[in-house]
Every structure is written in C-alpha cells, then in structure tokens.
C-alpha cells in the first residue's frame, strides 16, 4: 500500500502530495489522528485529506485507514513464494500457509468497499424479489460456485450453481430483468464463462464476476469483484486463487444474511438444524 502511494505521488495535485508524504512519513500515527489534525500537519483543508484517499483508489478516508492499518502491521510479508520440486514436507507446509495468509491480508487491504457493496446490493435485490441467484464457474472455480449454492440457498435465496458450459449458457438464457449472476474465474479467460456472461446481461440479469483484474471477464460484469493474486496456474492447482474466491464467496454471503435480517433468517437457520440432528451420532 505505501509502496502504491509512493509511485501515485507526482500524479497527484501538490496539495494531496503533501497528504501523501504525511503518510509516508509515519503511516501508524496518520491512522490513528483525526481528519483535522490531518489536514493541519498536512497543511491542506479537510476535504482535500478525503479526496486524496479517493486519488490512490480508496474509498474514503475510513476506508484507507482501515486498510493502512492492516499494511503497516507487523506479521505474515505479503509475499509469494512458489512451491519448488526440491522442497522438503516442512518448506511445502510453511509455504502453502504463508501464500494463503499473505493473499488473504492482502486482499483486505486491497479490497474496494464500494464494489462489494454494490454486490451485496444486487444479491439481497434479487433475494428480496424471489428471483434467481446463479453461480457459474469452470474447474476449480466450478467446485466454489457449489460452495456459494451451498452457502446462499441456506439464506432462502433462489439459487443454483453449474460448472457445464451448456448449462450455463442455457440457463443463462433463461434469465430475466431482476436475476442475478455470479461469475467466478481465476484466470477470467475461460471462453465458456465469458459466453454465459455475456448472455445473461443481454438478458437483462445483473453479472458479478470474481476475477482477475485486466481479465476479459473483468469488464464483461456489471460489477468485477477483483481477485488478484501472484500465484500462476500453469504448474501448480491453484489453490491461492480458490481459497482467495471462497473468502469472497463468505464475505458476500454474509454481508447478504446481515441485510436480510435476524428475524427474517434465525428461525428458518434454527429449524435447519434441529432437522438435521438426527443425521448425526449421539
């Protein structure tokens, strides 16, 4: 992140370069100092402190102290180091962990607020009209797209995941004005995908994509859920990326139950599981 505003900084408007080299300077106390004191240390006015969060990609002042917090703290290096055929049980286990932790820090902080709440917005719309909820996905990403199923019909949602690409067209063909799609790629390349896509928003459904940024897919949604990562798929499985999709995947589901409501959901969440007791052992 701080290298991010480092290299942001002579395309910036002098006054937000001042706000930009106040935080370089010392990121921990511009975290915890309100926007006044800000602006004073800074010599600028207070909505040029917000503007210049909004100039480096943040959503707002709230929104860049919180990711900046998460950038400065001591912990897991959000690096990447690749598996090599060489390394012992011990250096596979160290490294597959650290990959995940390191993708996932990174991603809280790189996260846009903004798209994923323009993502919960459709999906609790769609939920709240009883239209349908679909999650299309190829290989890997085919088996979280039945995890999002999984996670949503339990919300009462109106769903269903496919991993076909001839299901997925045909279904998307079948969508109207008010369903929703999810799209989810880790390269977002997958011709299949891009095709489903491209039929259910001339349908008129809502396409949210989880993606890789620059992808084709990446523009061909109404909302692109980035999901960047350093990891390649052309040796290994990529397990970052599906473990990177799935955190997506709770976040959204959760977000969506938060907006549904507590009185709406418990009790049908409570009959759920008293119902399924007795599938198991005493």
Do not use: W
């Amino acid at each position: 992140m701080l290298d991010r505003i480092k290299a942001s900084l002579p395309s910036l408007a002098p006054a937000e370069q001042r706000v930009g080299r106040l935080v370089l300077a010392d990121p921990r106390a511009f975290a915890n100092l309100p926007v006044g004191e800000l602006a004073d240390r800074a010599h600028v006015s207070k909505p040029t402190v917000i503007r210049f969060c909004r100039s480096v990609g943040y959503d707002g002042l709230s929104d860049f102290k919180l990711k900046l917090v998460g950038s400065v703290s001591e912990g897991v290096p959000f690096i990447h180091r690749s598996v090599d055929v060489d390394d012992k049980t011990g250096d596979v286990l160290v490294k597959v962990i650290d990959n995940a932790v390191a993708a996932f820090l990174k991603y809280r902080n790189d996260a846009s607020t903004f798209a994923i709440e323009k993502a919960v917005e459709a999906l609790a719309a769609t939920h709240k009209t009883g239209r349908r909820i679909e999650f299309y996905g190829a290989g890997n990403s085919g088996i979280v797209a039945q995890d999002a199923q999984h996670k949503f019909f339990r919300l009462g949602v109106n769903t269903i995941a496919y991993s076909d690409g001839h299901m997925q067209v045909m279904s998307a063909s079948m969508l109207c004005p008010g369903d929703c799609v999810v799209v989810i790629s880790n390269s977002g390349r997958t011709r299949d995908l891009m095709d489903a896509c491209d039929i259910a928003r001339k349908n008129g459904a809502t396409t949210i994509v989880i993606t890789a940024t620059g992808s084709p897919l990446a523009a061909a949604g109404h909302v692109h859920l980035a999901a960047d990562h350093p990891e390649g798929y052309d040796r290994y499985s990529p397990m970052v990326s599906r473990l990177l999709h799935l955190m997506i995947i709770d976040v959204l589901a959760t977000t969506v139950a938060l907006r549904i409501g507590g009185t709406r959901l418990q009790p049908l969440l409570r009959e759920m599981k008293n119902n399924l007791r007795n599938k198991r052992y005493a």
